[in-house]
């Protein structure tokens, strides 16, 4: 039992030993939380963007003539090591604002074991499951939460506008068989149906196999005239090749989450031809292309990832909402958001110019509408955003856009889906 | 001062939950010898049937009993026990790593049947829990926590005490002979299936206890929480702690839990800007690293199986429980 004491001892202090090496202060820093998966391919990106974000809020300054030192852990897209995070973050760091994270299966137990509790605002780039507005509208997160990502529902209604719009009649769907994907393919077919468009086939894609044979075949048996694609590009890319070699129509209609290069290289450019897709974000306006622009000049690539203009606009109107806010408190941030995206105020774009006006702005007392890589931003209620779409195909250099959707169009045909 | 404290509790609190997992891992793996690789299937059923019993009303989906909270705890733990009676039957041929394998695979299988079946479990968006219990009346977070890592780890000690005493007991030495030799105890007159099945379910329960106490916890539970790493983490703590050793299934707990979230905080804190994005890939490494050296100054975890001998008098008798016990060392 001697050597079982010294053990235990020897343990406990070398586990606590881990947590007193950090303990560094730096003069004037604002520290942001930030919890993404990082450890995973289309994680790293977008903690990459929010980092770039906090980099130009520096240059111009820092919030409040502070540096904004962002704290980034991984959640390996595991829920315990997510709320771990955000919880060390919260109580450790005295963090006042959290951006993330990406999965719903993630942020949603931060938000009501962790954000909410504490007091801290939360915001997410990425998650778009509509439990969410279901938890905001019955009052549960206290005004601390919002996203960038505009809500499934909204996403849903543009994938119906497109395949309207081209006259398919007969429509199978392959989902993503995760909360993201079932909630668009079932939206989707719903709308569909309400259009009278006939949904033959609509199929849940788990991820990881190596082959999508059996789903493939089983959509092929009703001969639909066009597929939808609510896919991750690693079982998107399988899941389109195997269906074009088993002979099924090129004439496809994906969701944002395919506009990636590593899914158009993969498929090959000549099969996606016909193929259209959508996006809530990266509307034609000229903040979504200076947003491009910004990109390429740090990056040296387009920003062709999955949620990194809404990564980019959750991390600075997350700190412009800092700077509006009249104390560091999480609480009085979250109110200050809707200072920050007033369509009444003066529009901004956060380059450097930008921001040194908008923090004069705000400083004056006066309000501004952001206008990001996501367009002008304006939260609802319930911390949702709805954005303005676009239509885009892919060509040699990337994707382009081919159609424009604005927010009231958008809007209109949300309600003429729901009368 | 607040802050660390609030974390202290937080993170204490995760660990007396996982804690009461690899108990029952412990029973099952390292007094009875059953290679339990499918401990999330329990965990999670554990964890739903809580969820789902306790709750309130969901539109449109199954459940909303709202039963008291102790009700709907103990029915997670009995559900999860009546998995394992299923599983132990349609597996009592199966040893070692054959019956590794069954049981991943059914874990695979919940997870994928829960992501699945909507009606039943909300599919993948998961399902919110409900208030958590006395929350109301205590009306302080902080507080709160405190109340709630006490109530954890009274369940703790319960389970602890009670496994402890199970272990010391002749129905403990009679697991660790159908480890050792299951011929040998059958040739005594014991039915090694039946025994193995008991202490199977047994243990299932209190992974199932563990999993009721995590969705009462965090009030929500989905998909994502059924991942594999989940059984990949008991049983690391397992293994690093001791397997065999009651105390070392807490110690390993601890020491993995805590290394696993430390080493985040540490890269987070500690690595220069450049390699931030990298750290969570780190992470991992690092994590490994710790298990692996842990091993290899302490191949038989951190306190290992004592032995455990039966004191008679007589010289001939000592010289036959010298020989077992180093056979047992190997």
Redo the contacts between chains.
């Keep these: 039992m001697h050597s079982?004491l010294k053990?235990?001892i020897g343990?406990?202090v070398?586990?606590a030993g881990?947590?007193a090496?950090?303990a560094?202060a730096q003069d004037c820093t604002t520290k942001i939380g930030a919890v993404l998966?990082?450890?995973v391919d289309w994680?790293?990106p977008i903690?990459?963007t929010a980092?770039f974000a906090v980099d130009l809020f520096n240059v111009a300054g820092g919030v409040k003539g502070c540096k904004v030192e962002m704290?980034?852990?991984?959640t390996?897209?595991?829920?315990?090591?997510g709320?771990?995070?955000a919880?060390?973050l919260?109580?450790?760091e005295?963090v006042p604002v959290l951006l993330g994270a990406v999965?719903?299966?993630?942020s949603?137990?931060i938000l009501?074991?962790v954000t909410v509790?504490?007091k801290v605002m939360q915001m997410s780039c990425c998650s778009s499951?509509?439990?969410f507005t279901a938890?905001a509208s019955e009052g549960k997160t206290d005004g601390l939460w919002f996203r960038t990502f505009a809500t499934t529902r909204n996403q849903s209604a543009v994938a119906a506008l497109l395949i309207k719009e081209r006259g398919y009649k007969n429509v199978a769907i392959f989902y993503k068989?995760?909360?993201?994907?079932?909630?668009i393919g079932k939206l989707v077919k719903a709308d569909l149906e309400s259009m009278g468009v006939t949904v033959p086939a609509s199929i849940?894609i788990?991820d990881g196999q190596s082959s999508y044979r059996s789903e493939v075949t089983e959509a092929l048996k009703s001969q639909p005239e066009a597929i939808y694609m609510a896919l991750y590009p690693a079982e998107g890319a399988l899941v389109t090749r195997e269906w074009i070699s088993l002979g099924g129509t090129q004439k496809m209609v994906v969701a944002n989450s395919l506009k990636s290069d590593e899914y158009r290289d993969s498929v090959g450019l000549q099969y996606l031809g016909e193929t259209v897709g959508h996006d809530s974000a990266q509307p034609r306006t000229d903040s979504a292309r200076g947003f491009v622009e910004l990109y390429k000049e740090q990056f040296n690539a387009e920003p062709s990832g999955p949620g990194l203009p809404n990564s980019f606009d959750a991390a600075m109107i997350a700190m412009l909402a800092m700077e509006a806010a009249p104390d560091a408190s999480g609480p009085s941030i979250a109110a200050s958001v809707a200072k920050v995206t007033d369509p009444a105020g003066e529009p901004i774009f956060p380059n450097a110019e930008g921001l040194k006006k908008a923090k004069e702005l705000l400083g004056a007392g006066k309000t501004i509408s952001y206008q990001g890589g996501t367009g002008p931003v304006k939260f609802d209620t319930n911390g949702d955003v709805s954005a303005p779409a676009v239509a885009w195909k892919f060509d040699e250099s990337g994707t382009q856009e081919v159609q424009y959707f604005t927010l009231d169009e958008v809007d209109a045909f949300i309600s003429s889906l729901e009368n | 001062m607040i802050g660390f404290v609030s974390y202290l509790v937080f993170f204490l609190t995760i660990t007396a939950i996982l804690a009461i997992a690899v108990l029952g891992l412990n029973l099952q793996w390292g007094n009875a010898g059953i290679f339990n690789g499918g401990v999330v299937a329990f965990f999670g059923t554990g964890a739903y049937i809580m969820i789902i019993l306790g709750g309130p009303e969901r539109g449109g989906e199954f459940g909303g009993f709202g039963l008291p909270w102790p009700l709907a705890l103990a029915g997670g733990a009995a559900a999860a026990g009546l998995l394992a009676i299923l599983v132990g039957l349609a597996t009592t041929r199966l040893r070692h790593d054959y019956l590794a394998i069954a049981t991943f695979g059914i874990a695979i299988a919940i997870e994928a049947f829960v992501r699945n079946a909507t009606y039943l479990t909300g599919g993948a968006k998961g399902i919110r829990g409900f208030e958590r219990p006395l929350e109301a009346l205590i009306d302080n977070p902080f507080l709160y926590s405190l109340f709630f890592l006490a109530l954890a780890v009274v369940l703790l000690i319960i389970v602890y005490a009670g496994l402890s005493r199970l272990v010391s007991s002749p129905y403990g030495r009679l697991l660790r002979a159908i480890r050792e030799d299951e011929t040998a105890a059958r040739s005594l007159g014991k039915n090694p299936a039946r025994v193995r099945l008991e202490a199977f379910v047994i243990g299932a329960v209190i992974m199932g206890l563990a999993g009721g106490l995590y969705a009462t916890f965090y009030a929500f539970i989905s998909p994502q929480d059924l991942a594999p790493i989940l059984t990949f983490q008991i049983w690391a703590m397992l293994i690093v702690g001791g397997a065999g050793n009651n105390l070392g299934a807490m110690l390993g707990t601890f020491v993995v839990w805590g290394c696993w979230v430390a080493s985040g905080y540490v890269l987070s804190s500690l690595a220069p800007q450049e390699l931030q994005l990298y750290a969570g890939t780190l992470q991992y490494i690092l994590i490994g690293l710790i298990i692996v050296v842990t091993l290899l100054i302490r191949p038989r975890g951190l306190l290992p199986e004592r032995l455990q001998v039966t004191k008679r008098p007589g010289p001939q008798n000592t010289g036959v429980i010298s020989n077992a016990g180093e056979q047992y060392q190997s």
């Design positions: 079982g053990t235990l343990a406990t070398v586990t881990l947590w090496i950090p560094m998966p990082t450890s994680g790293r903690a990459e980092a704290i980034l852990r991984d390996q897209t595991d829920p315990k090591v709320v771990d995070a919880k060390a919260v109580d450790l005295k999965s719903s299966g993630v949603m137990p009501t074991s509790p504490s499951s509509t439990a938890v068989n995760d909360d993201w994907g079932q909630d849940a788990t």
